[in-house]
């Protein structure tokens, strides 16, 4: 099958499919494109396997960002997995949906719907995997929400610099507004909390981990999009609340009770270089390819 990131996606898609020896090719008309060659669920879980040190493969699969395109995600995805990652614990796999390159952030906020159903799409064949985790990077962190489902699950959850609100899990929030809202936690918080996978206690295996930079100097246009004014999860972290003695402060008693245990903050700046302290892609940074490692069991 050949692809490209020019092409348009729609908030209506609900398909999704494995792919295998993406290289660049020319179509019929000229044009570059991407050419992979589609696989059985079965084919997948072979591959992933087969890269694993015990034959029972470990995979994270990496929703990525607002504006990115197939090539540039493949590309960081291979080399991280080459470079960064034990194999062995995780195997890296890349997500692509629909972006459409550039600065049109309100355009790829509108394929983020269909980019959720086409990953829940894949829930049978995900249950395939008796251990996953999930990571999604920005805007990924919307595609997350549309594919919250408590019927699919995972180890863990990463949401790193995540573009959507800060209090998708205030029980203030949960509880209050109109269900059919588009920014719904019910939609969002709660949902991606079920999405964890149970153990043998029945309590959650592993967690939500929010991953966040207070100094992320792309999330603060964002707030402002669509009149929201709602600082992003991806600056403030979880359980975040503002107080005029310490202007942002973590509290979990803001937090619904009933997920408040499921989430756990991590603080990103700190971790970061004097001159990356700003940043917002610091997603496979080594210092925090180690934080998932570390949360993973």
Request: a positive charge; one cysteine or more; proline letters at 4%.
């Amino acid at each position: 099958m050949h692809f490209d990131g020019t092409i348009k996606g729609r908030a209506d898609d609900k398909d999704a499919t494995f792919l295998k020896n993406i290289k660049e090719v020319e179509d019929a008309t000229g044009k570059k494109v991407l050419e992979a060659e589609q696989l059985t669920v079965a084919q997948a879980k072979a591959i992933i396997n087969q890269a694993s040190s015990d034959g029972k493969g470990k995979p994270l699969f990496c929703i990525h960002g607002f504006s990115e395109q197939p090539r540039g995600h493949l590309k960081n995805i291979k080399e991280v997995t080459v470079n960064r990652f034990n194999q062995g614990k995780f195997m890296p796999i890349p997500v692509m949906w629909p972006t459409k390159g550039g600065v049109k952030y309100l355009g790829d906020r509108k394929t983020t719907p269909g980019a959720g159903n086409g990953l829940k799409s894949l829930k049978k064949a995900l249950d395939s995997f008796p251990s996953k985790s999930l990571l999604a990077h920005s805007m990924g962190n919307r595609v997350l929400r549309h594919a919250a489902d408590s019927k699919f699950k995972f180890d863990n959850i990463f949401m790193v610099a995540a573009d959507v609100r800060h209090d998708i899990f205030h029980k203030d929030y949960i509880n209050s507004g109109d269900a059919n809202d588009e920014n719904r936690t019910e939609l969002q918080g709660k949902k991606i909390c079920s999405m964890l996978a149970s153990g043998s206690n029945g309590k959650p295996k592993g967690k939500v981990y929010v991953l966040y930079n207070g100094a992320d100097i792309a999330l603060n246009p964002s707030r402002v999009i669509k009149s929201e004014f709602k600082s992003r999860l991806g600056a403030k972290g979880a359980h975040s609340r503002r107080k005029w003695t310490s202007f942002w402060t973590e509290d979990k008693k803001v937090t619904h009770p009933d997920i408040v245990d499921c989430i756990e903050n991590v603080g990103c700046n700190s971790k970061l270089s004097l001159f990356d302290k700003t940043d917002h892609s610091y997603t496979f940074y080594p210092q925090i390819v180690t934080i998932y490692q570390e949360k993973h069991f």
